[in-house]
């Protein structure tokens, strides 16, 4: 047997194409040469052998295709050349090894023998043939005529969500996605792929590369071309909901006659953590619910986290509640200066409640805080701050004016002088937290409607009744007053003013009494012509501490006190009494009807007051009937008759004067003229008709007007007028 280690042979050698560059410029030279002569390298006629073929393929992958038909058929036809003229082969083996594993029976057609076989890379390609007989006397050759490859094809793939969105080649989707895979197969030439896909999936991009063979990762279905050019297969097999990882799918198509098949490149995603949110509500303890506005002073709260984010089939991971107290300071998205609280499982709607309760709050401004934790499936988050505030209590003050005596007097009415104070009773305390204890009261005089310019006025202590109480007032005049007490504020409570508290102080009532005094400091209310008089005055409800005004003398002409009168000085106390004022002296009054009055003024404590109208009569001095008997006469001649006068006009004499035993008790001037001398006569008649003149006037008023030329002491002052009456 003999070996042919490099053979070309026929006139079709020319087509095959050497790997090998540097041998090319050979290889057509011997193609020519084939061309004339036929003969390329020779092997030795021997009986049953061997011929090897080692040609190793082409530079560039062709073939001679002249003969390839439109169906792609692959194929090489291999001819085994005996050798020419007086060969005795009778039969011949193709033997293949390396990528075309097999054997292939030769037929006989001439001096040749002729196998066809599929295409097979011939890079990767060994040959032989094994022949029973004995090889002509020329060269024996082992060749390849010609061949056709056959289709390609491209088996490509479009990675796709469950809702049949595209997924880029290194893309990356959410947790839980679902993934399934599209294959596209393209046939070159064109045409239309026929069979299935068959789907592989991999939980690592390098799992994926490394499956050359594709038997590793998963399979995920083997899925119909659907006929079309190109034509596509889908969808594979989706995966479950994946976790966070890094996946790739890849795609085989086996070929059919005329193709190759193909396995298309690892396409690779990424499916993320999911990224949470937690968003807090702060809730009151009572009741549990979302806090509506704030908190107020002692109440509790608690925080109550939802988990966003959160994918369905992954369980989230725990929330875990911080604190931040009145006044610390707290940033969004940190948990640096917060107390831990609890740590809560979400609720299958994410939600993670309660917190621990923060219970007995001050007044002030606080903030939860929620951390959801990270695991393999989520990234965690840290919520903002969740401020929330406790308002200050407010207080309130109410208060009561007492008298010296603790009665109640607000809206009431004291007397001019009167020492108050006041009380106040603080209440909108809460337990726990103490009630401030700073009570301020002030006092508004001259109180109108409003309290706020009101005087300080002190505290003392506190009242039987537990009521904070004032220091009292002085005396106070009179007028319209207001208390008003303040609880001060503290940082729990918020301070109160009390409404105003009015009182007024009355006016005291002044009174005036009189008297009419003569000279000789008498009460007297009817005097003789040509008397001085003063009024004389006392004063009631002055109040100590509190002076009254001055009284004040009015004098007039009537009795009535009726016009204007006449302003009397004041001269100080009285010599008679030191209690009583006094007026000055008058003049020496004439005949007549006089009065006096006296009067105090009101001031801004004192209501005043006028005395009653005190009448005096200065009375007229009667000239007696012995007058006119001695001196009628004289003093108007003998025209009128002196008995008729007295007996018309003087008859009338009323009055009580028993002078002497016998005396009528009622005596008329008839009766003292016709009792004569020994009861009323002579001199003593007249005496006695002085007296009754003077003393007792006649009986009726209309005499008055008479004008006696006589004073007070019985002299006569010169002028009579005689009146008709
Ligand atoms: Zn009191
Ligand atoms: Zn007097």
């Known amino acids: 047997m003999r070996v042919i280690t490099y053979v070309l042979g026929r006139s079709r050698v020319s087509k095959i194409q050497q790997k090998f560059p540097k041998t090319k410029k050979f290889i057509t030279a011997i193609a020519i040469s084939l061309g004339i002569a036929g003969v390329g390298l020779s092997a030795l006629a021997s009986a049953n052998g061997t011929v090897n073929w080692t040609g ?22 291999w001819v085994f050349t005996l050798g020419g003229g007086n060969e005795s082969v009778t039969s011949a083996t193709l033997h293949l090894s390396g990528s075309g594993s097999g054997n292939f029976p ?76 599209s294959a596209t197969v393209t046939l070159i030439p064109s045409a239309v792929p026929t069979g299935s896909v068959t789907f592989r999936f991999y939980t690592s991009s390098t799992d994926c590369t490394a499956d050359t063979t594709f038997n590793g990762g998963t399979t995920m279905g083997t899925v119909a071309l659907n006929g079309s050019n190109p034509g596509v297969a889908e969808p594979s097999t989706a995966t479950s909901a994946l976790v966070p990882g890094t996946y790739a799918f890849k795609a085989k198509w086996p070929g059919m006659t005329g193709y190759t098949g193909s396995i298309s490149s690892c396409e690779t995603f990424t499916v993320n953590k999911a990224q949470l949110g937690v968003n807090t509500t702060v809730h009151s303890d009572a009741p549990d619910q979302a806090l509506v506005g704030n908190l107020n002073l002692g109440d509790g709260a608690h925080d109550s986290a939802a988990v966003t984010g959160g994918v369905s089939g992954f369980t989230l991971p725990n929330v875990t509640f911080y604190f931040f107290g009145n006044g610390v300071s707290c940033t969004n998205g940190s948990t640096a200066g917060g107390t831990q609280l609890n740590t809560l499982a979400p609720d299958v709607n994410g939600v993670a409640h309660p917190s621990t309760s923060e219970t007995a709050l001050a007044a002030g401004t606080y903030n939860f805080m929620a951390v959801v934790a990270g695991d393999n499936n989520y990234l965690g988050f840290t919520s903002d701050c969740e401020p929330f505030t406790v308002n200050k209590a407010q207080l309130n003050i109410s208060t009561i004016v007492h008298d010296a005596a603790h009665q109640d007097i607000t809206n009431n009415s004291v007397a001019l002088g009167s020492v108050v104070h006041d009380t106040a009773t603080v209440t909108g305390g809460v337990s726990g937290f103490p009630v401030p204890t700073t009570v301020n009261f002030t006092l508004t005089g001259n109180y109108t409607d409003s309290c706020s310019n009101g005087s300080a006025v002190g505290n003392d202590g506190i009242e039987l009744s537990g009521a904070y109480k004032s220091a009292d007032t002085s005396a106070l005049g009179a007028g319209n007053y207001a208390f008003r007490a303040t609880v001060v504020g503290n940082d729990n409570y918020l301070g109160s003013n009390s409404a ?61 006190c009726t016009g204007d009168g006449t302003s009397v000085a004041n001269t100080g106390a009285d010599e008679s009494n030191s209690s009583l004022v006094r007026s000055a002296n008058s003049a020496a009054l004439a005949a007549g009807s006089y009065s006096y009055k006296a009067s105090v003024a009101g001031n801004s404590n004192y209501l005043g007051d006028s005395s009653d109208c005190e009448p005096l009569t200065v009375n007229a001095f009667w000239c007696s009937p012995g007058f006119w008997a001695q001196n009628y006469q004289n003093l ?19 009055g009580a004067a028993a002078l002497k035993s016998g005396a009528p008790a009622d005596p008329t001037i008839q009766d003292m003229l016709d009792a004569g001398a020994s009861v009323y006569g002579g001199p003593a008649m007249n005496s006695v008709a002085d007296y009754i ?31 008709t009456l």
């Open 56 to 77: 190793q393929g082409t530079s560039n992958g062709a073939l001679d295709t002249i003969e390839c038909t439109a169906s792609n058929t692959s194929y090489l036809l």
């Open 106 to 181: 030769m037929v006989k057609t001439g001096h040749e023998m002729k196998a066809t076989t599929p295409y097979f890379n011939l890079s990767t390609l060994h040959a032989n043939v094994t022949y029973v007989g004995t090889l002509g006397r020329g060269a024996a050759n082992l060749v390849i005529s010609h061949g056709c490859p056959g289709g390609t094809s491209v088996t490509s793939t479009i990675l796709k969500d469950s809702s049949n969105n595209i997924v880029l080649e290194g893309s990356s989707v959410p947790l839980g996605s679902v993934i399934h895979d």
């Open 500 to 560: 105003c508290e009015p009182f007024s102080v009355n006016k005291a009532q002044l009174s005036v009494t009189t008297n009419i005094h003569d000279a000789n400091h008498q009460v007297v209310t009817s005097i003789a012509t040509g008397s001085v008089v003063h009024d004389t005055a006392s004063l009631a409800g002055a109040v100590s501490g509190f002076t009254a005004p001055a009284i004040t003398f009015t004098f007039y002409t009537n009795s009535l």
């Open 636 to 654: 108007v001649g003998t025209d009128y008759d002196i008995t008729s006068i007295l007996g018309v006009h003087y008859n009338t004499i009323s």
């Open 693 to 723: 003149s003077a003393h007792f006037g006649w009986g009726g008023t209309s005499a008055t007007g008479d004008n006696c030329p006589i004073d007070a002491h019985g002299n006569f002052t010169g002028t009579l007028s005689i009146q």
